[in-house]
């Protein structure tokens, strides 16, 4: 089991650049959370799907971020135009179920994004 | 998702036993209590989970009393390398949501 795998692991941009953030979740798990992480503001979910459909993207914080599983092993992130603010830790996570009750969250070990 | 507290930070001694206590009076029935852990520059890790009574693993010990509106993560003869934020979750929003409140900040002194 390879775990979670994000690429990259860190990104440096100028602001008003595009930025994409990868995700493969575990084979077989039919959850995919995208998630960030401040100092601040702690983890914060952004989106998540489900057998590769988004559910909820409530957590986006505007129309420059966008998300797309266009299959079970993929999963993009994308922020156009970026700035400053975006500044953080991406983290995606994966899980068998609903990711709570008898089916804990398997993280990656995140994006460190950092706008300029 | 039933709302959780847990203390903000805490210190202890290598060798010691941590006990870190989360607070959920609103679980729901079926729901289940997980913790997390997370280590700088790392996504939070699965330790542990229960629903009731106790829960051993290699990593920890879950204690669930029986009106199950609160848990204790035991942390048995801690060492350095177990500085981390520890989270508590208990269930799973109707919407699936999984919301992570701040977590309890463990500082583990030589």
């Known amino acids: 089991d390879a775990g979670v795998i994000q690429s990259p692991r860190h990104e440096v941009t100028e602001m008003g650049q595009e930025v994409t953030l990868r995700c493969k979740p575990i084979?077989?798990?039919?959850?995919l959370f995208w998630y960030r992480q401040t100092m601040m503001r702690g983890l914060e979910l952004l989106i998540y799907?489900?057998?590769?459909?988004?559910?909820?993207d409530s957590g986006m914080p505007e129309d420059r971020f966008s998300a797309k599983m266009p299959n079970a092993s993929f999963s993009t992130l994308k922020i156009q135009p970026s700035e400053p603010r975006d500044s953080a830790v991406y983290f995606c996570?994966?899980?068998?179920?609903?990711?709570?009750?008898?089916?804990?969250?398997?993280f990656g070990n995140g994006t460190r994004l950092t706008v300029t | 998702l039933a709302k959780t507290t847990q203390p903000i930070s805490m210190d202890s001694y290598e060798g010691q036993e941590v006990n870190i206590t989360c607070s959920h009076n609103?679980?729901?029935?079926?729901?289940?209590i997980t913790w997390y852990q997370q280590f700088p520059s790392q996504g939070p890790r699965f330790i542990i989970q229960?629903?009731?009574t106790k829960v051993t693993n290699e990593v920890a010990s879950l204690f669930i009393p029986a009106d199950r509106k609160s848990s204790t993560l035991s942390l048995p003869r801690v060492s350095l390398s177990d500085t981390a934020v520890y989270y508590c979750?208990?269930?799973?929003?109707?919407?699936?949501?999984?919301?992570f409140g701040k977590g309890t900040r463990l500082h583990i002194l030589p």
């Open positions: 996570a994966s899980s068998l179920g609903r990711g709570g009750n008898n089916s804990p969250l398997h």
């Open positions: 084979s077989g798990h039919d959850y």
């Open positions: 799907f489900n057998n590769n459909v988004p559910i909820d």
């Open positions: 609103n679980i729901a029935t079926n729901d289940y």
């Open positions: 229960g629903y009731k």
């Open positions: 979750l208990v269930g799973v929003n109707r919407d699936d949501k999984i919301i």
